[in-house]
């Protein structure tokens, strides 16, 4: 279990998650919402960024869904 995916990563605790995770020693990507400015929201804000793959879109897309889940053993969904 080192692979997680976390949803709504750009949001308050989704980003508190990653930067938990990742000091815990695990591999983390992060989703956040897509939108024109590139934002990543309260991510921007966290000490371990570079160590994490941000990856942008949108959990409504299951292809992008299925795609983005390929080699990740846990999930934690926290876009809403
Ligand atoms: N903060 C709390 O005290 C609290 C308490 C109980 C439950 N929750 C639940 O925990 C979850 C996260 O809470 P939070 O406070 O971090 O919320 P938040 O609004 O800060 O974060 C949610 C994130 O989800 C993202 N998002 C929304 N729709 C999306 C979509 N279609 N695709 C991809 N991303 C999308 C948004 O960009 C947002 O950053 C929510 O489900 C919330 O209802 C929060």
């Known amino acids: 279990m080192k692979n997680v995916l976390i949803t709504g990563a750009d949001g308050f605790i ?7 995770l990742v000091k815990e020693g695990y591999s983390v990507k992060a989703l956040s919402q897509y939108n024109s400015f590139n934002n990543w929201g309260w991510l921007e804000d966290i000490d371990v960024l570079k160590q994490i ?8 897309d299951p292809h992008y869904c299925k795609y983005i889940t ?8 926290l876009a809403a």
Request: proline share 0%; aromatic share 4%.
């Open 70 to 77: 390929k080699n990740v053993d846990m999930v934690f969904h």
């Open 53 to 60: 793959e941000v990856l942008n879109g949108d959990v409504r």
């Open 14 to 20: 989704g980003s508190h998650l990653a930067e938990l």
